[in-house]
Structures are given as C-alpha cells and as structure tokens.
C-alpha cells in the first residue's frame, strides 16, 4: 500500500510541477515515509503529516501557488475526501446555534495574547489594506477608514457591528467619526475583551448570537450596520435569514457593508483541514450564494474585490507569529502553544496567501441599501462627483 501511495501522490504532485527531495522552494522534503499514505485522504492528511513533521517544505505559499494554479485539488483523489463533509452540509445545517459555538470555543477563544502578537493595534483578523500602507498598523488604519467612508458614517450615526471581534472596528469609528456602536459576538473571550477595550466611547459589546437580535434591539434603531470577516462563519442555509436581520434593523435610508471572503465556485463547506483545526463549521461565500439571499431584501451599490491585499495581510501576520514565537511558547494556556500548534498556524497563514495570490479566493466589500427605499447614484460610484 505505501508503494502504491508513493507513485500516486508522487504522480499527483509532479503535475504541478512539484518534486518530492528536490531543490526548488515549492519541493516538498519528505521525512518520514507515512506522509504517502497520509497524502492519500487529500487535503486533511496533508495538512496534518505537515504539523506533525512529515515533510517540509522551504516555501509553503510557493507549494500552494502551484497546487492551486494546476487544480490539484481538484482532482477526484482529493475531491473524494471532501464527500462526507460535503454530504453532512447538505444535510444538516453546520452553522446552528450549537455549530457556531464551535468556531468561538475552538478558535476566537484562544489566548487573547496570541492574537495580540501577530496582529496590529485595532485587532483586525480580517482583510487590511496596503494601498499606500508600508506596514500592518498602518493597513488596519487604511481599511477601517475605507470602511467609514463607504458607509458615510456621520457623527452620532448608531451603528451596528455583527462580529465584533475584539473591537477593533467599534473603537475606530467611535473615536475617529464620533459613532454610537452596538458590537455583537458569540465568543466569551472577544467580548470580555472588547469591552474593556473600548471602555469610555460610546459602545456597547454584548454576547449574543445574531438570530437573537430582533428580540433584543429595536426595529429600524440602526443608520449603518457591518459585518466584517462573520458571515464565513453563518453558512449558505442562513444568509436569507441572517440579511433579513439585518435589513429589519436598518433604517430605510441606512447603509449595510459586508466585508468577506468571497470563493470563486459554489460550495457548501471549507477546506477539510481548515475546517477540523482552524475554522470549525464554516465556509467561504460564492457570488451566487449572497446574490441569491439577497433577492428583495437588498440593492447592491457597489461590489469590489480587495483580494490581493489579503496576500500580504497573512505575509505580515506570519511574519510576526513568527518573530514573536518565543513569546508566544511561554504563554500559559489550556491548550498548548507548542511546536505543532507553530506549525499548524504558520501553515493556515501561508497556504491561504497562496490562494488570495491565486485568485482562487477573494476579499470582497458590498454595500448595500434596503430595497424600496431609493436613495439616489451611491455617492462613490458616480465619478463625476
């Protein structure tokens, strides 16, 4: 059986023109001969037989540009190990109120001390732009004003921010455009956090889970409303119900932006290993998804891609998780900062670079007004303004 692994993982790769104990930086350096058959279940075993030493590799995102750009993975080898996880999408609904748990307690309610070492000052794991940004700090700045400013925020304007995050997006628009913000996440962590973080400026963080919010908010209360780097984590069977929300709490002549990944085919589940160790039960949106949920709830003024900036977002968030790693290993944690969990991230960051450098996944921004309620040409697309 490892022999026959051998040749087909060996044949798999060589038509990406990747070789095993080769010289190139995309070749894969093989130390133990059990990553073969771990390679055989597609992306999960990969992933794995990296963290636990199996191969190495001098360049992970040079690996993936070449994995991505051949369509390895879509090959039916590794299509195949996505079929039960698939299947379980179709049938049960991954993202309920308990499944969404599982992306906080796996996830977002790690250390907060190990975020702060790779991230910048705003707390921003999302997308950051590098228009004229020379560094990270200066990204996060760059993409929360590009934030205000396509939503117009207006001082005194409330403002609703489904998945808070740490409340980074909350401070800024707050401190900078005088905004009432109302921040919402499931994570006991985050909010334990952001509360403090944003102590003295009109914010309210609370926990809560977004189907929970016609009951605690009033109707029509809000002037613009974000959701930044979340709905990747509420699956395609409650985008309808998730911009209903969202539209119910809007008043008619508010303003709605989506920040997400956006996915370039139809799919109902992430990437295996991604899904088992770093985003629990989520999922990345295809363009059809969200235009479909939209349909008479929303009118879309502008849509555009800000992928390319992702790339040297995780280049950044790798760079100092890796400069910071001494002290990142002495945290005091439940769950280990050891080896493989270094392993295991500088993995996640690396190959998802690869995929914004691909154009195999997006960064994309919608803003969007009620539908009914006309409010005029969207001030940043009319050019002549």
């Not at 104990?21 to 055989?40: C, H, K, S």
């Not at 921003?124 to 560094?135: D, G």
């Not at 996440?185 to 189907?211: F, H, M, N, W």
Request: hydrophobic fraction near 40%.
């Amino acid at each position: 059986m490892s022999r026959v692994a051998k040749n087909l993982v060996t044949k798999l790769l060589s038509q990406a023109g990747i070789s095993l104990n080769g010289n190139q930086p995309w070749d894969i350096l093989v130390n133990n001969d059990r990553f073969y058959t771990r390679a055989m279940r597609g992306s999960l075993g990969f992933g794995e037989s990296y963290t636990d030493g199996d191969w190495d590799v001098e360049s992970i995102d040079a690996l993936f540009r070449r994995i991505i750009r051949m369509d390895v993975a879509c090959s039916p080898m590794v299509l195949a190990n996505k079929v039960l996880l698939d299947m379980k999408a179709r049938l049960t609904n991954l993202q309920s109120r308990i499944g969404s748990r599982a992306i906080a307690a796996t996830h977002y309610d790690l250390d907060h001390r190990l975020y702060e070492n790779f991230l910048g000052p705003y707390n921003q794991y999302t997308c950051c732009f590098y228009n004229k940004a020379q560094s990270l700090e200066e990204a996060e700045i760059e993409k929360l004003e590009m934030v205000c400013n396509k939503l117009d925020l207006k001082e005194g304007d409330r403002v609703l921010d489904i998945g808070c995050g740490w409340g980074g997006f909350a401070k800024y628009a707050a401190e900078t455009h005088g905004c009432r913000v109302t921040g919402i996440s499931i994570s006991k962590q985050q909010v334990t956090y952001a509360r403090d973080y944003t102590s003295g400026l009109p914010v309210d963080i609370g926990e809560c889970d977004y189907r929970d919010l016609p009951e605690r908010l009033e109707t029509g209360a809000f002037d613009k409303a974000v959701i930044i780097g979340m709905i990747e984590h509420v699956g395609y069977k409650n985008y309808r119900r998730i911009f209903e929300i969202v539209s119910r709490l809007l008043k008619n002549d508010g303003l709605f932006l989506l920040h997400t990944i956006g996915n370039s085919r139809v799919t109902k589940v992430v990437d295996p290993w991604i899904e088992k160790y770093i985003f629990r039960n989520s999922m990345a949106p295809a363009m059809a998804q969200l235009a479909h949920a939209l349909e008479g709830i929303f009118v879309v003024q502008d849509w555009e891609n800000y992928g390319h900036y992702y790339a040297p977002t995780l280049a950044d968030w790798q760079a100092r998780f890796e400069a910071n790693w001494p002290l990142i290993a002495t945290i005091d944690t439940p769950r280990p900062f050891d080896e493989r969990f270094r392993r295991m991230f500088n993995y996640y960051f690396l190959s998802c670079k690869a995929g914004f450098e691909s154009e195999h996944i997006y960064l994309w921004h919608l803003v969007m007004s009620k539908e009914g309620h006309g409010r005029g040409v969207y001030p940043r697309v009319n050019l002549l303004a």
